[in-house]
């Protein structure tokens, strides 16, 4: 029989408690990456390279801070 008691199980992914103010860090990824008027936004419908350039810059700097990749609904809140 084994013995279960001394099973370690690390979780590598940081508890939201571990990154420092989370919420103020997607904000600041949301508000650098969206575009800042209706025209500039829609302009980039017509540039698919540069939309997608923007996300995944702010998908990259999400990562460096918070040392993980973003979840679907942490994307949607940044991007819409």
């Keep these: 029989m084994s013995d279960t008691n001394n099973i370690n199980i690390k979780n590598t992914e940081p508890k939201p ?15 650098d990456v969206n575009p800042k008027t209706m025209s500039e936004g829609l302009g980039l419908l017509t540039k698919p390279d540069a939309l997608i350039g923007r ?6 700097t999400f990562k460096e801070q918070t040392g993980r ?12």
Excluded: C, H, W
Aim: aromatic share 6%; glycine share 6%; no cysteine.
């Design 17 to 31: 408690t571990e990154v420092p103010n989370l919420q103020a860090i997607m904000k600041k990824i949301e508000t």
């Design 55 to 60: 996300l995944q810059a702010g998908a990259d």
């Design 69 to 80: 990749n973003m979840t679907y609904s942490e994307m949607r809140q940044m991007f819409g």
